[in-house]
């Protein structure tokens, strides 16, 4: 006589094996009917992601009963490096090259969607463990007016890893956790929004937001400004300039981190937005300049797709270690911030951060210390 866990293990053995995992998606969405700001935040919300590339980040399985959640599963060669190959200096420096002789945008809209994963800590007693919940963002703005609609979509859960199903067997099997939506890319101390819960395994209903709290026609936020189209076109094409404007809201009392790290978080966002060709090259050569960012190479991020790599790694004193029961428990890491941008468009691909030490006293298994991630598409 088959078992529940039985018909959970053959589901896993076709997720693992099947030839098209895009077809089973678009099955589940299919059969599935079952806040967060909408604007162009540079100081948090990732701006753009890669809805078709997310297919290689996840592949969800569904059981007329309820879907047993995959298990995330890191593409060959996307794990990374703890130190990287060098300084990433001249890295950079190309990419401000390469970058100034892009074609300016054109076109009546700028539409985005970005899919960010964040690895939670779920469970309780002996049996607690990761799940991963997904998340995905659209925008369209127009050129010429600001006027913005995003979309946001909850895309379900993933266990951590494969040693975390036992455990989420032990736990019951739940397909639902009241822990709250990360709504965004955690900051490199741990931390991110909120919106009420609860986080399911399933993907949730696609909900429009006309602007969310952003001023009308303003929908690009950079540092403590808000900018329209037209502003963000006029940007200086000046290093100097740039990281004032982007350290406008920084805040070193209220937790911010140190300067650099900062700098290299909330950078990727404004190379995200649709700048002039001359700002994206200066926005590069202000992160050529920071102390300690190192190249990684050619590498394959989390969406697998390739790319060239950049990163920095940062030691934080105060670090939200997320347990179970939900509370913050504040202890030492250590985090790798990892920038992949395309060499050719000099866009960038994704954002991932990792434990390179994770906090004192609490294990992270996740592939490669993994614990959150923004996919750009625009």
């Known amino acids: ?33 079952p806040r967060r700001r909408t604007r162009w935040w540079a100081s948090g919300l990732a701006t753009a992601g890669a809805v078709g590339a997310a297919a290689a980040v996840f592949v969800a399985t569904a059981a007329p009963a309820g879907p047993a959640p995959g298990v995330f599963r890191m593409p060959d060669g996307a794990a990374g490096s703890a130190t990287g190959t060098g300084p990433g200096r001249n890295v950079l420096l190309t990419a401000a090259t390469t970058a100034a002789h892009a074609s300016p945008v054109s076109g009546k809209y700028w539409r985005t969607s970005t899919v960010t994963g964040n690895f939670r800590r779920v469970g309780s007693g002996d049996d607690t463990y990761l799940i991963v919940q997904r998340t995905r963002d659209e ?12 979309y946001h979509q909850s895309l379900g859960t993933q266990l951590g890893s494969a040693r975390d199903r036992a455990a989420w067997r032990h736990d019951g099997s739940p397909t639902s956790w009241e822990i709250g939506l990360a709504t965004e890319i ?3 101390d741990g931390y991110f929004d909120e919106a009420d819960g609860p986080v399911g395994t399933t993907p949730g209903k696609r909900t429009a937001d006309f602007g969310g709290d952003s001023t009308p026609g303003k929908p690009y936020m950079i540092g403590a400004r808000e900018l329209s189209p037209e502003q963000l076109r006029d940007l200086p094409a000046d290093p100097a300039q740039l990281r004032k404007l982007i350290l406008s809201a920084y805040d070193a009392k209220a937790g911010d981190g140190p300067v650099d790290a900062y700098l290299f978080s909330h950078t990727p966002d404004v190379l995200a937005m649709p700048v002039p060709p001359a700002v994206r090259s200066a926005l590069y050569k202000m992160l050529a300049d ?23 790694n940062t030691h934080y004193q105060q670090c939200a270690d997320r347990g179970a029961d939900q509370t913050s428990t504040l202890r030492p890491c250590t985090v790798q911030q990892r920038l992949v941008i395309d060499p050719e468009t000099t866009r960038p691909l994704s954002r991932e951060l990792r434990y390179v030490d994770p906090p004192a006293g609490e294990p992270w298994h996740s592939p490669g210390g993994l614990f959150s991630y923004a996919i750009y598409q625009d």
């Open 1 to 33: 006589m088959r078992t529940e866990n039985d018909v959970r293990d053959a589901l896993t053995t076709l997720e693992r094996h099947a030839p098209d995992p895009d077809a089973v998606l678009r099955a589940v969405r299919e059969r599935s009917a």
């Open 139 to 150: 925008m369209r703005t127009s050129r010429s007016t600001g006027q913005m609609t995003g």
């Open 186 to 188: 955690s900051s490199p």
């Open 290 to 312: 920071l102390d300690g960012v190192h190249a990684q190479g050619r590498v394959t991020d989390v969406a697998g797709r390739k790319g060239l790599a950049i990163s920095l």
